[in-house]
């Protein structure tokens, strides 16, 4: 079955504490992303890859880092997590970036920074 | 940069009425395309509806369907026969063709639909 896979689902952790989400797409496609959700803000774009060793900045990057060292692998890393990085987070791949090619979402990580 | 403004945050609809969503965007280019995803509790984004900015006609798919009006810059979602699975938060959203940058999908703020029984 095509799916991207977040994990965890649900994270509660304290302020500074390392932490990794992981994201995993079985499509092989070369487009991946994360988008944090919040209310009343809806999703906002943190980091993308459009292949292998090739990330850029989002719209909102502070805070957070990524790596693409396999097509398939997306990791979104928190160095310090801070209380206002608590929201929802969604991993998406897409086939390319150009053109039109539907966006697969993961179903979501709840992260909670105390 | 390209904007996407959802002005309605929530709206209410009696079982079997007919609802629409409001959509307006901002971009200076001439290819793209929009969408509507719905989430239900679930968190899971469901892509609901897709239309490519050089296509005339307003896409369909079952109950749900869009008044696309390009020259407007509105994309707006009807759902037809509002069903109780309806009840969730849509989002437009909308991505340049060329792709590039950080060209992902930008998206409104969100409406959460209410569906009454």
């Known amino acids: 079955e095509a799916q991207v896979t977040q994990n965890p689902r649900y994270l509660i952790t304290v302020t500074g504490k390392k932490l990794t989400v992981t994201c995993s797409q079985n499509?092989?496609?070369?487009?991946m992303s994360w988008y944090r959700q919040d209310p009343g803000l809806g999703l906002r774009q943190i980091y993308y890859s459009m292949n292998v060793e090739v990330t850029d900045k989002g719209d909102v990057p502070e805070g957070y880092k990524v790596s693409r060292k396999e097509k398939r692998n997306f990791p979104l890393i928190l160095e310090s997590p801070s209380p206002n990085q608590t929201s929802l987070y969604f991993c998406a791949s897409s086939l390319s970036v150009g053109g039109y090619t539907e966006a697969f979402f993961g179903q979501g990580t709840r992260l909670t920074v105390v | 940069a390209q904007t996407v403004t959802q002005s309605q945050p929530e709206m209410s609809v009696q079982e079997a009425e007919t609802v629409t969503l409001s959509c307006t965007y901002d971009t200076s280019e001439s290819d793209y395309y929009l969408f509507w995803y719905k989430q239900p509790p679930s968190r899971q984004m469901i892509l609901v509806i897709r239309?490519?900015?050089?296509?005339?006609q307003n896409a369909t798919e079952n109950r749900f369907s869009v008044n696309f009006q390009k020259a407007a810059k509105s994309f707006s979602l009807k759902i037809s026969d509002s069903q109780l699975g309806d009840a969730a938060m849509y989002f437009c959203a909308l991505k340049m063709y060329s792709g590039g940058g950080a060209d992902g999908l930008t998206f409104g703020k969100g409406t959460h639909l209410i569906i009454q029984p």
């Open positions: 499509m092989n496609h070369e487009y």
């Open positions: 239309q490519e900015a050089y296509k005339q």
